[in-house]
């Protein structure tokens, strides 16, 4: 069963900060996610990826799969970035479901 | 595209009532899931189905139920509620891997 940890549990940041959020797992996998999840909200699912890197304005991931570990950065912080950050391990496109961290609480202030 | 759609969004329930947590899916995906989401936890798998007709249990599967008689709707069904069950429950779509999530359902069992 894979095990997944996030660092940190929880991070509050200045407006304008640099923010990472990492994530290490146990067991290959096909597939990682970060999601986000807003105070009483749902989940939105921002990036999957396999390997390498992906961009998307100011959120970056980077997984390193020889070292079963992902970042997630975010550039110019703003309080709306203020959520909960998961990464979730998954099959890539097989059926099974994803095993999630605890998530990261992420507070910027302005 | 509605995307995963759960309904309701809040409930409270009396021990050892029951009722059904509906989800509804219009992105024709087969893979779709139930997970709980506990406080300082992450996200459990509680049933998952692959197609209509096809379901099986996740890692936290006891007190629940599910059916898949379509593609689009998989409704999770509560017996004999127990104030364990209290929990927010995230109904879930995957395709190519990349996942979908409802708003969730928070669930209070008194």
């Known amino acids: 069963k894979n095990e997944v940890e996030q660092s940190p549990q929880n991070l509050t940041a200045q407006e304008g900060e640099f923010i990472t959020i990492n994530c290490s797992y146990s067991?290959?996998?096909?597939?990682l996610h970060w999601l986000q999840q807003h105070p009483g909200g749902g989940i939105v699912s921002l990036f999957m990826?396999?390997?390498g890197k992906k961009k998307h304005g100011r959120l970056i991931a980077t997984i390193n799969i020889q070292e079963k570990h992902s970042s997630l950065h975010i550039t110019a912080s703003h309080p709306r970035d203020s959520a909960v950050y998961i990464c979730?391990?998954?099959?890539?496109?097989?059926?099974?479901?994803?095993?999630f961290g605890k998530g990261t609480h992420l507070i910027i202030q302005p | 595209n509605a995307g995963v759609t759960q309904t309701p969004k809040f409930r409270i329930l009396k021990i050892g009532q029951s009722m059904t947590l509906q989800c509804a899916q219009d992105m024709n995906h087969n893979y779709m899931y139930w997970y709980r989401q506990d406080p300082g936890m992450g996200l459990k798998l509680i049933y998952y189905?692959?197609?209509?007709?096809?379901?099986d249990k996740g890692e936290v599967p006891n007190g629940y139920n599910v059916s898949r008689s379509t593609t689009e709707d998989f409704p999770l069904r509560l017996e004999l509620a127990a104030p364990s069950q209290t929990s927010v429950y995230f109904c879930a779509s995957r395709r190519d891997g990349e996942a979908f999530f409802g708003q969730g359902t928070r669930l209070t069992v008194v």
């Open positions: 067991v290959g996998i096909s597939a």
């Open positions: 189905s692959v197609g209509a007709g096809i379901t």
């Open positions: 979730a391990v998954g099959p890539g496109g097989g059926a099974d479901g994803l095993t």
């Open positions: 990826l396999s390997s």
